[in-house]
């Protein structure tokens, strides 16, 4: 059997990397994570932290996310997209960003900020979508601190429109063609 054969029978496999702070978006990612699981199409998914050790070869497709503070990516996920925008070029995309502390990501439009704008540019990322955030009633830090007691605090995650992302991402993937060759096991 040659290994175009074995290649084209195997499982895609998708990497869900997100950077947070507080549990919220990396609960989001795990969300994505299981409802991918759960496509027609038997999808091999791993999640994991945007880290410096996260190595994405050998996915079919990515997933990456990050935490909105005071209007930006974290770190790592930037530093995740611009260190393997090459070793990404031949893989899917998608990404998103979990941020907004009321129910704007779900009742209108939600402009992308500026550094979820490039690091999707910088992957060729087929869409990005804006989540709502949570933050907690016992949220570290000062400033967090404050928002919750100016009344900011709150869960605005929405679970349906995080399940309706993941069948988005499995429904495109299964009819994108497999563009990486997995290396020999
Ligand atoms: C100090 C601070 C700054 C924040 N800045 C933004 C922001 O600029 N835009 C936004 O949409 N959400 C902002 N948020 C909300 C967070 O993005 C939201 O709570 C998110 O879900 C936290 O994810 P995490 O638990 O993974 O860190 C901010 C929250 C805090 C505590």
Do not use: C, K, N
């Amino acid at each position: 059997m040659s290994t175009a054969d074995t290649t084209s029978r195997s499982p895609r496999r998708i990497l869900v990397a997100y950077a947070g702070r507080a549990g919220a978006t990396a609960e989001i990612a795990e969300w994505l994570g299981e409802r991918l699981r759960h496509q027609a199409e038997p999808f091999e998914v791993t999640v994991a932290e945007a880290s410096d050790d996260l190595d994405p070869t050998g996915y079919d497709a990515v997933v990456l996310g990050s935490a909105l503070y005071e209007g930006h990516w974290l770190r790592p996920a930037r530093h995740f997209a611009r260190r393997h925008r090459h070793d990404l070029a031949d893989v899917w995309v998608w990404t998103f960003s979990s941020g907004p502390l009321d129910d704007s990501a779900t009742t209108r439009e939600i402009t992308v900020t500026h550094s979820a704008e490039r690091a999707s540019h910088r992957l060729g990322a087929r869409d990005h979508l804006t989540f709502g955030g949570r933050l907690a009633p016992d949220a570290q830090g000062w400033l967090a601190h404050t928002m919750v007691e100016s009344g900011h605090g709150g869960d605005f995650r929405d679970r349906d429109q995080i399940d309706g992302y993941a069948d988005q991402i499995g429904g495109e993937l299964s009819v994108l063609p497999r563009r990486h060759r997995h290396r020999a096991a």
